[in-house]
């Protein structure tokens, strides 16, 4: 008898990850599950809603501020992002024709809940930021802020991007009590160092709990 489905296999389900015979099992063990189904219902109810209003998404700046990355195998926190922000990557592509540049989203988790984050966002220390890449083409990344302070972090460094709709990075970023405007800037290349890199950039306006 198959064990109850951890929130990161869901998440892998979701995201296509699972070999066809696994995927199978976990659907199968789902439909039978109480707690398994539930999860699976409401991850795949997120998915839509956001497939029905994709996130409004824009993207210059940055260097280096103390934050703290929770990768998914190792914090559930993250899990939970990536669960509900993964939003099907089964659908990848379906959003990327006729995608000129590439487009840095992002997802906010607050007190246990995640919502699309737009430039301009609030949030509060704590909160925990996703962010998601959208591009025709696979190239190099890097994301750093700016923040209220002065203080400059690398959020990213340099690292591959898929191509495809809303690819989500595999950890989630968890803000530090710095208050005030922070500018975030995502920088695209097609190849590490080399000409023709874009730019985006968001900001996140940080207020006390």
Known sequence: MMMCV???????????ELQELEATAVRGHAARCTR?????????SV???FHADPPPLRLPLARRRRFALYYAAAAAAAV???????????????QTKGLITPRLGFFVAHDGCVRRGATGER??????????????????LT?????GAGVHSVYV?????PAGSDQVLPFAIELDD???????????????????CTTETFTLRKEPR
Do not use: H, K, N
């Open 6 to 16: 951890s929130e990161l296999a869901m998440d892998r389900l979701l995201a296509g």
């Open 143 to 147: 994301v750093t802020s700016i923040d």
């Open 178 to 196: 710095a208050l005030g405007l922070e500018t975030v800037t995502a920088t695209f290349c097609p190849m590490p160092g080399a000409r023709g």
């Open 80 to 94: 939970l992002v990536l669960l509900v922000a993964r939003r099907g990557t089964e659908a990848t592509g379906t």
């Open 47 to 49: 998915q839509a809603a």
């Open 157 to 161: 460094p340099t690292r591959a991007y």
């Open 123 to 140: 949030v509060v220390p704590g909160d925990r930021i996703e962010l998601a890449t959208s591009s025709a083409d696979p190239g190099w």
């Open 36 to 44: 398994c189904g539930g999860m699976l219902d409401d991850a795949v």
